[in-house]
């Protein structure tokens, strides 16, 4: 069962316009979200994270938004860059000790058009 | 800069036959973590290592075994290649996290792997 759900396999955006995308999860134990970025035959890179006793965390142009009683996050992205269409996935933590193992959902893939 | 290396961009298999999968660290990390990419589903963990010749199951063991003998090196084997295992495996790692917080995890370029 997918404990962490992107229902949108895909997403289009101007460019300069805002990106949001969108996390859904169902494990109440999650404390601990990630953000990652996978380009064509590279491995995901890490974007941007953030802690469950935070709403908000923002680096440059990306922002993440959690949502702790509708377990949602957003990843927002404003302005939009063609060097920012990819896959992004979401991923989230249980804050083990030893190995944190994340789970990821599905990706969106995002078209930014120039 | 972590650097997560993979011995195989791109690998053709057929099946039956015994697959190595090779992944090598250089940050001294603790954590080693085999995950497959499938379309519609995302990144599914395989098998995971928190220190040399330790080793879990992810979500999705069957079919595949690990071997971790350096702290640098994890090996993903496939004991009897099939055709259901043609996907791209992603090698990552990680170092414990901070108290608070959670690691990192650090990825490889991937193996696109067919087995035919």
């Known amino acids: 069962d997918q404990q962490v759900k992107q229902n949108s396999p895909s997403l289009s955006v101007q460019e300069g316009r805002i990106s949001i995308l969108n996390c859904d999860y169902t494990n109440s134990m999650f404390d601990y979200f990630l953000w990652y970025k996978k380009y064509p035959a590279e491995g995901p890179t890490f974007l941007i994270s953030i802690s469950s006793i935070k709403d908000k965390n923002e680096d440059g142009r990306f922002t993440v938004f959690l949502n702790k009683s509708a377990k949602h996050l957003s990843l927002h992205i404003v302005p939009s860059q063609p060097g920012d269409s990819a896959v992004y996935f979401c991923?989230?933590?249980?804050?083990?000790?030893?190995?944190?193992?994340?789970?990821f959902g599905t990706g969106t893939r995002l078209t930014v058009i120039p | 800069d972590v650097k997560v290396t993979q011995s195989s961009r791109y690998l053709v298999k057929r099946t039956g036959e015994k697959v190595f999968l090779e992944c090598v660290q250089d940050?001294?990390?603790?954590?080693m973590f085999w995950y497959r990419q499938d379309p519609g589903l995302g990144l599914r963990l395989i098998y995971f290592?928190?220190?040399?010749?330790?080793?879990e199951k992810g979500d999705i063991p069957e079919g595949y075994s690990v071997s971790r003998e350096k702290k640098e090196r994890f090996s993903l084997i496939l004991e009897s290649a099939s055709t259901n295992q043609t996907s791209m495996y992603l090698c990552a790692s990680s170092s414990p996290a901070l108290v608070g917080g959670t690691d990192t995890q650090y990825f490889g370029p991937g193996t696109r792997l067919t087995v035919l």
């Open positions: 290592s928190y220190d040399v010749k330790m080793k």
């Open positions: 940050m001294d990390h603790e954590n």
């Open positions: 991923a989230a933590s249980a804050g083990q000790t030893g190995a944190n193992n994340l789970f």
